[in-house]
Structure formats: structure tokens, C-alpha cells
């Protein structure tokens, strides 16, 4: 049998994604723009066997991501998907599902903001993602996919990493990649998993006893010692976890740090550049915590400069000057308003800033 390639928006293949690597529980509430991804697993008829999920369309944003705490204490595989003033309103369960240690996975399809903001793509939850937005010292591992394909390859990976450290993960998209088209090569449905997990709350059994499951320690030290717990947790994720793809970086004198749409359009100005005889290359993050922040201190030792491109007033770039320490100069461009920057505006930027 040939390759199953099919041509899908990017939300779509997220649903898709679900279903196939056999997601047991979704739950979510309609944004734009990630609407899609409820609409697709709805029309799929959550009950049939291909899919054998429970689909809810939930009263609201914050009951949504509760539910999704409820069916991972079960052990069960569970997500919602949100944008960026939903994914607001799911902060406080999310550090809760943390605090519990608690599997899932968060779908954040960013809109431009603040507060209602606008429909059209921004990347400016990327503090909110990364530095946890909600309460507490957590984090989270998340995964900037810059393709339709990744958003479908990083379901099945948010899943695998998620159960691997007991904690959400969370896939911090755009509004541009959840809308935009492309072919995706899917893989084969995977058998729906009923594994009885030795910490989920299933029950007792003659053979077992009680699970319980809480983020709540009134305790000082023992609230202590479970941050300890899960500060070394965060560490290990940050030791094993780093992913980045690099173009062009070998001689390059110059590089763009960029994720999902920014990326792409960087593509373009590092082509654009080396026709005009200019070493530059990119640096693409593909999870933004953990950072690669050890590659960029090693790149630096070569580099003239850094230029992030991100759609936002620039947040990434803090974690870059972070990682280079100084070394060398670190600017900035982004758009603010859901307006996708051109190749063009970037390379002419670039060149304002490192070569005039």
C-alpha cells in the first residue's frame, strides 16, 4: 500500500492526529481561529469506531481544561485546544494538572492581543507558554511546530512526552500554520491503548489500593520537598528534551532565531541573503522550553549578531540574550497586529541593523 497523503489545514491535521494516534478524550470550547479542530473530531462522530473518543463541546473554556484533569487522573489520554484569551482562562488548571503531575495536551492556536485582541495570527503567548503561565514555579515542555506536517507529527509526540514525565504539554501554534494548507503524511490508526496505570485513580481492587491524586500540600516542607521533586523533573526535561533544526548556520556570520511562520519566512531571508553575499543562517527552536540555549551559546563564539523575528513586541528574544550572555548583539523585529511580516521587511531590517 502506497503513503496516505492527504492535503489538510493545519487544524485539521491536529484532529486528525488525534484520532489517530488514539487520543481517548477531547474537550474543548469554539475560538477562532482553532474552531477546526472541535469542528473536525464533532463531524467525525466521536461514538464510531474509527475514532472511539469521547468528544465535548464544554460550557466554557475553564471547564474544558478541567475535564481534561479529570481524564488524566484515570490515565486516560486527554487534550483540549484553545486560542490565546481561551488558553488565558486554562492557566490555573493547567498549573494544577502540574502540581498533580498530570499528563495531557494543550493545543494553543495563537490569536493577537491583548484582550480580545484581533482573529489573525500573532506569537505573543509565548511568555504566557514557556515561563508557566499560571501560578506557581512550573513548566511545561512546548513544542513550535512550522509546518502542517509537524502540527500533526508533534499530537503524537506532545502524548509521548506528556505520559514520559507525567506533565501537560502544550503545541503553541499560530493562527497562520492552524489555517494555511498543506499535504500531510499520515501514519497508520494506532489500537486504542486500555492500560490500567499504577498511578491513576482507577479504583480499588482487590488487588490494589486507593490512588490519590492532588496538588494541594498544607504542609510547608512537604510542599517544599514536592517542588524540589519536580524542579529536577523540569531539569531532566531540560537536559534530554532540547529539539532545534539549523540552516546554514556552519559559516554563517549572522543567524535569525525564529519558530512556526516566523521560521518559514526566515527560510526566505537566508536565501535572499546569500544571494547578496551575506553568511546568514537560522536557528529554529522547536521546543521553546526547554530552550536551546546551550547551542546558541556555542554558536555565538562565531557570530557577529542575532536577529529574532517573532510576531510579537519581542519575547523570545530575552531567552537569546539569556543564552548568549552578552556575547554578541541581539535586536528584534515583529509585527503586532496579525499581520504577517514579509521576507522582504525582514531582510531589509537585517541589513539596517548588522551592515549599515
Known sequence: MGEDIQLMKGNEAIAEAAIRFGVDAYFGYPITPQSEIIEYLAYEDPYNKRTGMVVIQAESEIAAINM???????????????????????QEA????????????????????????TIQPSQADYFQSVKGGGHGDYNMIVLAPSTV?????HVGLGFELAFKYR????????????????????????????????WATTGKTPDRERNYITSLYLDPEVQENHNIKLQAKFQRMKDTEVRYEEIMTDDAEYIIVAYGISARISQTVITMARKNGIKLGL?????????????????????????????????????????????????????????VTSSTEVFEKFVSLFLK
Open 149 to 153: 506536517q509537524e502540527q500533526y507529527d
Open 167 to 198: 506533565n501537560p504539554v502544550m503545541i503553541l501554534s499560530d493562527g497562520a500554520i492552524g489555517q494555511m494548507m498543506e499535504k500531510v503524511t499520515l501514519t497508520p490508526q494506532l489500537p486504542r491503548e486500555n492500560k490500567i496505570l499504577d
Open 283 to 339: 536557528l529554529r527552536p522547536i521546543t521553546l522550553f526547554p530552550f536551546p540555549s546551550k547551542r546558541l551559546f556555542e554558536l555565538s563564539d562565531s557570530l557577529k549578531g542575532i536577529l529574532c523575528v517573532e510576531m510579537s513586541a519581542g519575547q523570545m528574544i530575552e531567552d537569546v540574550e539569556l543564552a548568549v550572555r552578552c556575547k554578541i548583539p541581539v535586536y528584534h523585529y515583529g509585527r503586532m497586529g496579525g499581520g
Open 68 to 90: 481534561v484533569y479529570g481524564a488524566a487522573a484515570c490515565g486516560k489520554k486527554a487534550m483540549t485546544s484553545s486560542s490565546s484569551p481561551g488558553i488565558s482562562l486554562k
Open 94 to 117: 493547567i498549573s494544577y494538572m502540574v502540581g498533580a503531575e498530570l499528563p495531557g495536551l494543550i493545543v494553543n492556536v495563537v490569536r493577537g492581543g491583548p484582550g480580545l485582541g
